[in-house]
């Protein structure tokens, strides 16, 4: 089975940037839309981006214009860049197909704005 594996999260400064990476075991970026989702401490999961299989984004309305996701098919890796960070963006963050199916959640990495 596909597993995720995420990376590249932290502790950073309001206004400040990072990006995460999540690797795939397997090669199905081509084949099926996947996402960016985070999970706040007291809060339901929600999606933030989506690449989809087409080539097409799409962002929630609370990350638009700050955070790109992106995929590289040959690495089996896709990519997200968060810039101009908020406090409310403390989560951890997973990647998933959407819609979610059968695939199991990778740990999460942890992303942490604050002063």
């Known amino acids: 089975q596909v597993q995720f594996v995420e990376s590249g999260g932290g502790l950073v400064q309001p206004g400040g940037s990072l990006r995460l990476s999540c690797a795939a075991s397997?090669?199905?970026?081509?084949?099926?839309?996947m996402g960016w989702y985070r999970q706040a401490p007291g809060k339901r999961r929600e999606l933030v981006a989506e690449?989809?299989?087409?080539?097409?984004?799409n962002y929630a309305d609370s990350v638009k214009g700050r955070f790109t996701i992106s995929r590289d098919n040959a690495k089996n890796t896709v990519y997200l860049q968060m810039n101009s960070l908020k406090p409310e963006d403390t989560a951890v963050y997973y990647c998933?197909?959407?819609?979610?199916?059968?695939?199991?959640w990778g740990q999460g990495t942890q992303v942490t704005v604050s002063s």
């Open positions: 397997g090669s199905i970026f081509s084949i099926y839309n």
């Open positions: 690449f989809t299989r087409f080539g097409r984004t």
């Open positions: 998933n197909l959407v819609p979610v199916g059968t695939l199991d």
